[in-house]
């Protein structure tokens, strides 16, 4: 199983500051015959389910704010928040859809400072 | 709209049965594969089925194989998920999520609470 590690747990930013988390696979998620990073972030607010942020690591979804941002390729990833507000209270997770079985990371808790 | 909407769970002692059911509107259900991902109160996410669009492919995570059955009826836009031999761990809220990839679509979930 390709195991997904996501850094750090918990952080806690101010508002309008950068907020990043990172996130590492035990192997390689790109795909080489498509060139494409099977990886998508995920926001889960309380009492709710997970929203799709980012897939492929780095497409933004239709309606997301263009302050949240994915980069990274073959293990390594990151999510940044380039300018944190309110509403993006939350618990992120990482995804990957490489293989079976689908693994998220333990997902990373962002706080306001 | 895309709408997920759970139903079936509840209390239920271990070594018990429950039947998920997802009710799927506002897309082409036929077309897309679906996933069963669970939470335990709070903790994190766990994937546990996928089923494609014509059933022709079923995974199981290895916490559930040979326990739950996935299936789906794409006239009834519906997808199941039969849980036998029920044990604490399974106690969580469990999602539908259609997949493109991502897990695009979710359902806002059903409480399963195992316990004596």
């Known amino acids: 199983d390709i195991v997904m590690t996501q850094s750090p747990d918990s952080l806690a930013v101010s508002l309008g500051e950068r907020a990043t988390i990172n996130c590492k696979s035990s192997q390689s998620i790109l795909y080489n015959s498509d060139n494409k990073n099977y990886l998508t972030w995920y926001q889960q607010k309380p009492g709710q389910p997970p929203k799709v942020l980012i897939s492929w690591a780095s497409t933004r979804e239709s309606g997301v704010p263009d302050r949240f941002s994915g980069s990274g390729s073959g293990t390594d990833f990151t999510l940044t928040i380039s300018s944190l507000q309110a509403e993006d209270v939350a618990v992120y997770y990482c995804?990957?859809?490489?293989?079976?079985?689908?693994?998220f990371g333990q997902g990373t808790k962002v706080e306001i400072k | 709209e895309v709408q997920l909407v759970e139903s079936g769970g509840g209390l239920v002692q271990p070594g018990g049965s429950l039947r998920l059911s997802c009710s799927a509107s506002?897309?082409?259900?036929?077309?897309?594969?679906m996933n069963w991902v669970r939470q335990a109160p709070g903790r994190g996410l766990e994937w546990v089925s996928y089923?494609?669009?014509?059933?022709?492919?079923?995974y199981y995570a290895d916490s559930v194989k040979g326990r739950f059955t996935v299936s789906r009826d794409n006239a009834k836009n519906s997808l199941y998920l039969q849980m036998n031999s029920l044990r604490d761990e399974d106690s969580a809220i469990y999602y539908c999520a259609s997949s493109n990839g991502s897990l695009d679509n979710w359902g806002q979930g059903t409480l399963v609470t195992v316990s004596s």
């Open positions: 506002g897309f082409t259900f036929s077309v897309y594969s």
């Open positions: 995804q990957q859809y490489f293989t079976i079985p689908r693994t």
């Open positions: 089923i494609t669009s014509t059933s022709g492919t079923i």
